[in-house]
């Protein structure tokens, strides 16, 4: 309790010059001045009030702080918040004969340009950077430029990837440094060219770095007869995938979904669980599908989100797919087709895949896999019943590239359109993804049952392909 002070006495805080923190003390100064009469010692009462309770306050009330840097999941510690160049404006001039691209940067940056053709296409590889530019920027064209996108490749690398209206020549790429009031900016000068030009400019160097094989640690341990599981979340760094009308990234929400199940698969102790990716970085196609087969995966389940517009109906519910020479349905076929487009819209050079993943899309996989795909899926479909709204044809197939295992039973999973309000606000609920989650582990124990309750010697024979035993 603070006792009574006299009159004409204020109450204040003081700590001593450059010693450490303590409690603030209480301090007495005196007023010099004479009273003014009963109004003046009121205001004097008044303000005597204030300052002792706001001394009581500061003395109980919980500090007020500088922003802090956010803190590591489960630490103490703030995490480090990395200085990333920023990429504030970017800009076209020229024709259809010459055209300059500029992006203003907050700092110099190295980067790397190179051309890829069908379709034709600049990209530039750089360190990464924190895009922060004006909305629908790289949607206008202007001169040998149609459009161009950008956004993070995988973590410490980011990407712009513009498209052209035919065959151009990089002339010069590089970064001018902050001079005359004017920030940093990467300079990019485009010039037409015909195709035999193009192609041999193109021929010299540009493959792209296998990023995504840093993705996971190998899955496959010697002795451990537990089936292995391949959690695909789909798209991720610069593809973004489909977006709803309110600005929710299809990347984002199936890379959460994937987190869970990964989680609730591992909890069961049955499987051993790896993810193509597990933060947000691009994979290319046909690299999910060597990341499958090299762990000798038992199951792959891709998770991805679908899209509609207005004008084609109010669509909603999971629909399970598996790998088909012809779609089920003219929807299938629309999804196949823009899901096998990511990796042009990523920029990856299509020529450098291998043959025998063209000779997977051309003979499908095998006719044994493909049954227990589609086993698979109707099990699934069952499952998840109980726990998420299924689309009115919940079992569909089409041509989808990373579904083409030949050794690897396969299936992607739409959990919903992210264009139905419904299906978003299902879709980007803890509650919902533990109920869906839960319900495709289910899944996966019907699957695998009869494998995991055989003897080991005869487990491969009771699984099929693809056991990883």
């Not at 990373?402 to 919903?416: F, N, Q, R, W």
Request: aromatic share 4%; net charge positive; charged share 25%.
């Amino acid at each position: 309790m603070i006792s009574q002070l006299p009159r004409g006495q204020a109450v204040g805080c003081r700590t001593r010059a450059g010693a450490a923190p303590r409690k603030p003390t209480l301090t007495v100064r005196h007023y010099s001045g004479s009273s003014t009469g009963r109004h003046a010692a009121v205001g004097r009462g008044l303000a005597l009030a204030l300052a002792i309770a706001v001394v009581v306050g500061a003395l109980h009330a919980p500090v007020a702080r500088a922003a802090e840097p956010p803190r590591a999941p489960g630490s103490a510690i703030p995490a480090t918040v990395p200085d990333f160049p920023v990429a504030t404006d970017a800009r076209l001039a020229g024709d259809a004969g010459q055209t300059r691209f500029v992006v203003d940067l907050s700092k110099t940056i190295e980067v790397r340009a190179f051309t890829l053709a069908d379709p034709y296409r600049v990209i530039v590889d750089m360190p990464q950077v924190t895009f922060q530019l004006p909305a629908k920027t790289g949607e206008r064209a202007r001169g040998l430029v149609k459009a161009f996108r950008y956004g993070l490749v995988m973590p410490g690398g980011s990407r712009i990837v513009i498209d052209t209206t035919g065959p151009v020549r990089v002339e010069r790429a590089f970064v001018l440094e902050p001079a005359d009031g004017l920030p940093a900016r990467l300079v990019l000068d485009l010039a037409a060219v015909d195709r035999a030009t193009f192609l041999r400019a193109a021929a010299i160097d540009n493959r792209l770095p296998r990023e995504s094989r840093r993705s996971e640690p190998d899955a496959k341990q010697n002795g451990d007869p537990r089936p292995i599981v391949v959690v695909d979340p789909g798209h991720g760094g610069i593809d973004n995938g489909t977006r709803a009308p309110s600005g929710e990234e299809e990347k984002t929400i199936v890379l959460a979904f994937g987190l869970m199940l990964r989680d609730k698969l591992e909890q069961t102790g049955k499987y051993r669980v790896v993810m193509t990716r597990s933060d947000d970085r691009f994979i290319p196609l046909g690299e999910r599908v060597r990341f499958a087969r090299s762990r000798e995966a038992a199951l792959f389940i891709s998770i991805h989100c679908d899209a509609l517009a207005r004008r084609d109906g109010g669509a909603e519910g999971a629909t399970i797919y598996t790998l088909s020479e012809h779609a089920s349905d003219a929807e299938a076929g629309r999804l196949a087709e823009a899901e096998n487009k990511a990796d042009v819209i990523a920029g990856v050079d299509l020529s450098a895949e291998p043959d025998d993943i063209a000779d997977i899309l051309i003979d499908l996989a095998q006719r044994e896999t493909k049954n227990y795909s589609n086993q698979f899926a109707r099990t699934l479909v069952g499952e998840l019943k109980s726990a998420a709204k299924l689309h009115k044809h919940p079992l569909k197939s089409a041509g989808f590239r990373v579904l083409t295992a030949p050794d690897v039973p396969s299936v992607l999973v739409e959990l919903g359109y992210v264009s139905n309000k419904t299906d978003l606000k299902l879709m980007t609920s803890d509650a919902w993804r533990a109920k869906a989650t839960e319900s495709i582990v289910r899944a996966v124990d019907a699957f695998f049952q009869p494998r995991l309750a055989t003897p080991a010697g005869e487990a491969k024979a009771a699984g099929g392909v693809g056991s990883g035993n």
